[in-house]
Nanobody, 125 residues
Framework: AVQLVESGGGSVQAGGSLRLSCTASGFDVDTPCVSWFRQTPGKEREVVARRDIFGGSFYADSVKGRFTISRDNAKNTEYLQMNSLKPEDTAVYFC???????????????????WGQGTQVTVSS
């Protein structure tokens, strides 16, 4: 069965760093579109970063230059390194996989059929 398990969330002060992990089972993490989203109460889920099978990556303007998406194929794990965190980065972060695509990855959450459970990131000022 396809499963995504996130870890690495927590509470940090502004300017700090966290690394989120998304370990996949049931598929190879380097094949489909795998993306990171985040959501705050009352707001829609928004894409933070995504990458495709060719190694191309996309970052939301709000995190560009601070967040980096990467993967470890041996561990079948996708990572989101978050540096210079700001209070506005506070959210529940999700990884998601669209197993129907390898590239031209969508930024729309409804295109992703598999989701992790989410991990809370809280950044205090």
């Amino acid at each position: 069965a396809v499963q995504l398990v996130e870890s690495g969330g927590g509470s940090v002060q502004a300017g700090g760093s966290l690394r989120l992990s998304c370990t996949a089972s049931g598929f190879d993490v380097d094949t489909p579109c795998v993306s990171w989203f985040r959501q705050t109460p009352g707001k829609e889920r928004e894409v933070v970063a995504r990458r495709d099978i060719f190694g191309g990556s996309f970052y939301a303007d709000s995190v560009k230059g601070r967040f980096t998406i990467s993967r470890d194929n041996a561990k079948n794990t996708e990572y989101l390194q978050m540096n210079s965190l700001k209070p506005e980065d506070t959210a529940v972060y999700f990884c998601a996989a669209d197993l129907t695509r390898t590239h031209s990855c969508s930024g729309r959450p409804e295109e992703y059929g598999h989701w992790g459970q989410g991990t809370q990131v809280t950044v205090s000022s």
